[in-house]
């Protein structure tokens, strides 16, 4: 006789996306779920992007009932409003966003050593940009990369750290400017349009010449965060079988 296969619980990894481009977004955002999916037993990995229309419903049709991971920086608005009221419609479970995962910060120390090391430069004669979004709306996106960025500067003891926005001030071209020796960090999920265009034309007008990290879609620990992080928040609910 056939062994039964375990039943697999369910997630969907959401994210922003990009309206004017959602293809390329959603094939990265898939990867990304491949990744998670690799260092998981007993799940099933499902991605989705608010951009491309009606995906998310796609994926909770084809996954039944799904916890929702929310792979955005803060508990802003989009997760707390716009995606938050999605979950409920569909009666579905939303988990804590990537960005206040707590072994975000460790993460991020150790790549900046990394790239100290690489640079040949000291933390305290080195500053660190941290870019990040933003918001016209939520202050609790600003609050988020504050915190991220205290953490880090308390961590590693940069000869100064500062945080940049895209969307309110102080704008990033403005407190990037004079940074002499420094990294930027973005403080953003998504290798979107922001990152190959905002971040750099702000850094450039600023006369900012230094390393400048990926999003955190690209680090190689990520995948293992967010597994992690499922894996924590996840209530005990029946796993779906297959």
């Known amino acids: 006789m056939a062994t039964r296969p375990e039943p697999l619980k369910t997630v969907i990894l959401v994210a922003h996306g990009s309206p004017s481009d959602p293809d390329s977004q959603e094939s990265a955002l898939r990867e990304l779920a491949s990744r998670v999916q690799s260092g998981l037993t007993g799940w099933r990995i499902g991605s989705a992007t608010l ?12 996954l ?3 916890l929702i991971y929310p792979f955005f920086m803060a508990r802003g608005w989009f997760t707390g409003q716009m995606l938050a009221k999605k979950a409920r419609v569909m009666g579905l479970t939303m988990l804590d966003p990537f960005g206040v995962e707590p072994e975000l910060v460790a993460s991020a120390q150790s790549e900046l050593r990394a790239l100290l090391a690489e640079k040949g430069w000291d933390a305290p004669d080195t500053a660190l940009v ?3 979004h933003g918001s016209a709306v939520s202050k609790t996106s600003a609050d988020s990369a504050y915190a991220f960025a205290r953490a880090l500067h308390s961590g590693l003891g940069f000869r100064d750290t500062r945080t940049g926005f895209i969307d309110q001030p102080p704008f990033l071209k403005d407190i990037a400017q004079g940074a002499g020796q420094a990294i930027c960090l973005p403080y953003f999920a998504q290798n979107s349009g922001h990152i190959e265009d905002d971040v750099p034309a702000a850094l450039s007008a600023a006369g900012f010449d230094g ?6 879609i690209s680090w190689s620990d990520t995948a293992r965060l967010i597994g992690d992080s499922i894996e924590r928040q996840s209530p005990e609910i029946p796993a779906r079988a297959d």
């Open 51 to 62: 951009a491309a229309k009606g995906r998310l419903e796609e994926e909770v049709a084809r």
């Open 64 to 66: 039944g009932t799904p």
């Open 130 to 132: 941290v870019a990040a």
């Open 211 to 216: 390393p400048v990290m990926p999003p955190f």
